[in-house]
């Protein structure tokens, strides 16, 4: 991991404490075969290469700014790697948001998310689920910095232009819910 060259986090593994390995016992060439999804920086420090599940919100396809939002992704050194525009459906939005049913905002938020269509990401990069997170910026834009999507894109708490997975378990909860494999190009 950044920070801690000798000891790697194996990123499809992240539960296993076993899968733990002590960079110092092995060559580079060895701890970089063990996964083909860790990239080596310029300090020469294994970095995990990650995928996260975005979303571009309702509010962002009314106003016609995908592109603009994939920009900012983009140049972020975010790839997208599995992209669709779909219209959810109450129960895709309910299943999807389903760790903040009981919160007083579930209902309006599964409304807003079914209110038009919204476009489903894949991203991939060196620590994409952080990335895309300061890429994002915080969920209430007035408290986004500049220069972030929300602050520069969003209206409100709710519609705040884009969502991103919060954690490695999250991310692939998200992706699996959202994509087919063969969906995903790499
Ligand atoms: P998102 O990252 O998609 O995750 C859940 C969404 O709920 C969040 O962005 C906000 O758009 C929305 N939301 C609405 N009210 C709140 C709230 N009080 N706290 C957190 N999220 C909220």
Request: aromatic share 6%.
């Amino acid at each position: 991991m950044r920070g801690d060259p000798d000891r790697l986090r194996l990123p499809y593994f992240p539960d296993h404490a076993a899968l733990f390995v002590e960079a110092r016992a092995l060559p580079l060439s060895c701890a970089v075969a063990i996964s083909p999804r860790n990239s080596v920086d310029d300090q020469g420090t294994i970095v995990a290469i990650e995928r996260t599940l975005s979303i571009i919100k309702p509010d962002a396809t009314e106003r016609n700014i995908v592109g603009l939002i994939i920009v900012r992704l983009e140049s972020a050194g975010l790839q997208v790697i599995a992209q669709k525009r779909v219209r959810w459906k109450k129960k895709d939005a309910k299943k999807f948001y389903d760790v903040h049913k009981g919160q007083p905002f579930y209902k309006d938020l599964v409304n807003f998310m079914t209110s038009g269509p919204i476009v489903l990401q894949v991203l991939e990069g060196e620590n994409a689920i952080l990335r895309n997170r300061e890429v994002m910026g915080a969920t209430n834009p007035v408290d986004a910095l500049p220069g972030t999507i929300r602050k520069d894109f969003g209206v409100n708490l709710q519609r705040n232009s884009v969502h991103g997975s919060d954690s490695e378990k999250t991310a692939k909860r998200e992706i699996a819910l959202c994509f087919k494999k063969s969906e995903i190009v790499g």
